[in-house]
């Protein structure tokens, strides 16, 4: 991960938690489970003696060798944590006269720090040394250190005392806030994991290793179980803080151990031909095979491990290498070397990259396919898993609550988090056997506004479903505010997805709906077949179109993720010109007799926000109204008042580079990308933008011009011509560790963009920032829930919010689950207030307004998990990154012939300027919802 350089500056106190005693009336209150489990610290001693341990490979010349550095891929992870674990143990039991017989009584990392609950060393004392011969050694960290080590040195340094009881941890300044605690715990928990060796662990995930039973994937992959882990400190006040450890269970693609050839033939649908006969074969294969690690068959001693760096086009009886000064393909080489006759020397060469010692240069090696092997334990990344496999892994990965339950409890135990857990028995740590519990609120949901005075009403039990649609005797209910209606628009079929008889049925019962709802839309301008998908051909005519006065144009395919969509997508900021996907099954759905209305609706709701419509408003429901004797709509005047803005900002981060680019010194060029999304003209009206920024920073860079330029849209659309009164951000993307940078580096870019605006003007603008945590870990049961039953009888009901008990105890929080759990268990959102400028809102207009705006989404006619603008950010983030991986990636198919050449239309210059030119030409110009 690159280096980030935000600055803090100074203390940050983080604003007052709220306990306001006088709360409004809800619809209820349920009791709930969190997957947490208290960590009993009462019998622990006081304190723990912290160490810096460093083990030090020595080589031959005295060449020194740092054992915790190295390759940072899964498999170089894991092999680095075993042996360091193994020369850990080796150092104890070779040196019980300084460490004693009890080894359960330390606690290491396996990186640099290692805890002791009795004194060892005192600071002044300075390092002590302890020195391991290879012979001391297992043999496995032998082959690891390889044969020009001469002795490992044990460097042990006291560091300081960490102190297990107080309130340090829970501290109100942020700045000043302990972490040491939680930081032992996690490694505490984690020892007997590490001693026993039976788990993948990557930072706080851990999987199970590879069994008979693991499920087979398609394309290679195999489903390992496993679960994610965190310690983290909860109550209602500081003194009476707990420590729980939370166990959610997971499940993840990991590449299967096998020969390369058979993962090619998985890759290839058994048709190895296509890698060289089919460009998007050749493609998809290639850019799977980017950075897996392999390692070599074919070596008649000491086989090797390394990353693939890509693969070649000619196959390896094309690909020429020189030996002793002749040239020889490599097919011919591995015969007259090794004596091997390739059975595969049709396919491609595997091409290793590394940087020369000498002249820094890049240097290929290339290898036969079939004299590789996939290593195990290592997972499929997220640029790899295609839109297939994230399907397969939803529905595989799917837990009811109550199953859920069940899995957790599993994987605890199968990672000793008990309290017969020798490490924590010594220290005299307990772990509950039971989750832990709280009170939760079940918020009001709001009442839907539709045109023409429409409204729908949650029911007497306080729940809200609503549809768009109305029986069809009655008059259909118009959008709150209908889109202007396109005046030249156009369909693209690709490829014959559907017969064009089933396409006019779908277009008549489209436009008919449309206007049914409030828009006055018209037959297509024109229908037009396409079978070309390369990109320059649809590029140009996306800009045929453009200059035609086509302002939308709606595409069908065959594929549900055809490559088109992207282009087309990109093509919005080429062109200029809407666009809208619908896949050929869901055509198809529109103009059955079974869900034809709602599938129209949803299309026509997506249509209705691209082209800058409404779909619905929001405001207080009568029963909430009732219940609190409010007279006031409190929805409409207060919380989602006209001059207040709301923000929601994302990110997306960039891939790690490979091996080869970091010892190349090559600077980044994928960006992280940043999605902005705000109101302007009202709070369900909404612009959005995103930009590039320097690539696993986690600070928003750039964030004052951009917010100056959303802060003009606002007074621009306002209907008085005026800036907002108050800003309440909700930023995702964030951890707990990061709260500083938003606190600090944020909060004043916002507050440098209002000054700017404002202009030395006597108007002040508030600033409100909520951390909203999509991926918390938190999961939220029903205390008395059944077994039985589909997932919304199971589940905790939509609105349903937690404030105490198993929040922070010294921030104000709250756990939050706005949307119907359909499948699965709900994922709730963890919210944290950062920035709250006074007057500060209460703990009940954070939380109903947070919950109301995950009603304004538009799409929908259910709330979803998070705010709206939220919502619209992360989605702007997700469209930014596949325009930048569309337009940087066009034609390549991420092989290279023999002579190293690569493609790639951005490539970092290292200057300052990079990262901001790349934005302006990827900058979306469209005016309304174009990513909905």
Known sequence: MEEDQTVIKGALMMPAKQMDESRLKQVGSIPVLMNGYELDLSKVPDKVYK????????????????????????????????????????????????????????????????????KLLDRSEGEKQFHLKPEQLSSN???????????????????GEVFLKGSAAVDECITERERSLQQFLEVALNQKMFHNQEHFIFG????????????PLNDGKVLQSGFEKNVRFVGDFPESAISVVQIDAKKSAFFKEQNLVALVAALCHSRLELIMNDAKTRQKVARQLKDLVVRTNHLPKCQRDFCIFGITKETTEKVIVMVDNQEVSVAEYFYHKYGIGLRHSYLPCVIERRVSVGSKQPMN?????????????????????????????????????????????????????????????????????????AN???????????????RVEPNASGDLDWRLNVPRSMMQRQFYRPANAPRRWVVFLF??????????????????????????????????????????????????????????????????????????????????????????????????????????????????????????????????????????????????????????????????????????????????????????????AMRGEYWMQEPRVSAVQYLRDHVMNALNYFKEESSGKSFPEHVVVYRSGVSEGEYAKVMSAEADAFREAFDAVLEGSKGKIRLSIICVQVNSNYRLFPENGTAMGNAMQQNVPAGTCVDTSIVHPSQTEFILVAHKSIMGTARPIRCTVLVDDAPRMSLDEVEGITNALCYAHGIVTSPVSLPAHLYAASNLAKRGRNNWKTANCAGDDASMSSDGCERGQFRNDGTPEFFPTMSGELAPKLRHKFWA
């Open 141 to 159: 960290s032998r082959d690891f250190l390889g044969p020009k080590v001469m002795e490992v040195v044990a460097k042990l340094l006291a560091c």
């Open 365 to 437: 090696s290339y290898f036969p396919m079939e004299c590789l092997d996939v290593i195990k334990g290592q997972r499929v990344e997220l640029k790899k898993q295609t839109p297939d496999l994230v399907e397969e892994l939803i529905n595989s990965c799917r837990l009811l609550p109550a199953k859920l339950q069940e899995e957790n409890e599993k994987q605890r135990r199968s990672a000793y988090i008990t309290s017969e857990n020798p490490y924590l028995h010594k220290l005299g740590l307990r772990v509950s056997e039971t989750p832990r519990g």
């Open 495 to 684: 490829e014959d997805a559907v017969d064009r008889a089933s396409l006019d049925r779908f277009l008549y019962a489209y436009v008919e709906r449309a206007q049914s709802h409030g828009i006055k839309l018209q037959r297509p301008s024109r229908v037009e077949s396409v079978d070309r998908v390369d990109m320059d051909f649809l590029l140009d005519k996306m800009k045929i179109m453009r200059k035609n006065g086509v302002e939308y144009v709606l595409f069908i395919t065959k594929e549900k993720r055809d490559p088109v969509h992207d282009t087309l997508k990109f093509s919005e900021v080429v062109a200029m010109v809407v666009t809208q996907h619908v896949h050929s099954k869901t055509m198809l759905k529109a103009i059955s007799n079974r869900g034809a209305e709602m599938t129209l609706d949803n299309i026509v709701m997506k249509m209705n926000l691209k082209l800058g419509g409404i779909s619905h408003a929001l405001a207080s429901s009568g029963r909430f109204l009732r219940a609190n004797q409010l007279a006031a709509n409190i929805m409409e005047k207060t919380w989602l008042r006209a001059s207040r803005m709301f923000i929601g900002i994302d990110m997306s981060h960039s891939s790690p580079q490979s091996l080869y680019e970091r010892q190349a010194g090559i600077p980044p060029s994928e960006p992280t990308v940043v999605g902005m999304a705000y109101t302007c003209g009202g709070p369900f």
């Open 204 to 215: 706080n995930k851990a999987y199970n290793r590879p069994s008979s039973h693991d499920r």
């Open 440 to 454: 939760a609120t079940i918020l009001f949901p709001p009442a839907i506004i539709y045109g023409e005075g429409a």
């Open 51 to 118: 160490h810096e341990l460093k083990l030090i490979a020595i080589r031959k010349g005295n060449k020194e060798k740092d054992l915790t550095r190295g390759p940072k891929n899964d498999v170089a992870v894991t092999l680095r944590r075993r042996v360091l674990w193994s020369i850990y143990t080796c150092m104890l039991k070779s040196n019980s006269d300084f460490f004693g017989g009890d080894t359960k009584v330390f606690f290491f990392d396996c990186g640099i720090n290692f805890y002791s609950t009795n």
